[in-house]
């Protein structure tokens, strides 16, 4: 029997994934490339992101900074958005199978937590408040420690 968390519930299995999913590490030339990128002056700044996106578009980290670095709610959502699909696909690649822990703690799965939040925050710019609840809930059920401020997307 499952023992119960600090709010009195016990986390149902339904599913025979991973109890916890940690992703893998992106590769050392992506991470040096974004923290480039995000070095830039600001007028230059974006684009850098940009590139390093177009290099290696499955990088999370660079999508959730895309996303945070947009011109627009809209461009925004639309980045969060790619960020948080690859997210899922690199989740289910690495084992995780609709279910299971996400955490924070784990510095691989902050580029996904980023977009997932990323996305919550844009959805509820755009005035698409059901997804935005939406996501905030996936975010604690994927992290229960979850806190907003952990991005800075607004709350």
Same mark, same amino acid.
């Given at each position: ?40 002056? *600001? ?5 850098? +992101?940009?590139? +390093?996106?177009?290099?290696?578009? !499955? ?7 895309? $996303? ?11 980045? &969060? !958005? ?12 690495? *084992? ?5 822990? +996400? ?14 939040? *990323?996305? !919550?925050?844009?959805? $509820?710019?755009? $005035? ?9 809930? &996936? ?13 800075? &997307?607004?709350?």
């Amino acid at each position: 029997m499952p023992t119960p968390g600090p709010d009195g519930t016990a986390a149902v299995r339904l599913t025979s994934g991973l109890p916890e999913t940690v992703l893998p590490e992106e590769p050392d030339a992506v991470r040096a490339a974004l923290a480039d990128a995000l070095a830039q002056p *600001g007028e230059r700044r974006r684009h850098a +992101v940009a590139d +390093v996106v177009r290099a290696d578009p !499955r990088s999370l980290a660079a999508w959730a900074a895309l $996303g945070a670095l947009a011109r627009d709610d809209v461009e925004a959502y639309a980045c &969060f !958005r790619v960020g948080y699909h690859r997210g899922l696909d690199a989740l289910r690649g690495a *084992g995780w199978k609709g279910s299971g822990l +996400v955490r924070w703690s784990h510095g691989p799965n902050r580029g996904f937590l980023r977009c997932l939040d *990323g996305l !919550r925050s844009a959805a $509820g710019a755009i $005035g698409e408040h059901a997804e935005e609840d939406r996501c905030a809930q &996936f975010l604690r059920q994927l992290d229960p420690a979850w806190s907003p401020d952990w991005t800075g &997307f607004p709350a």
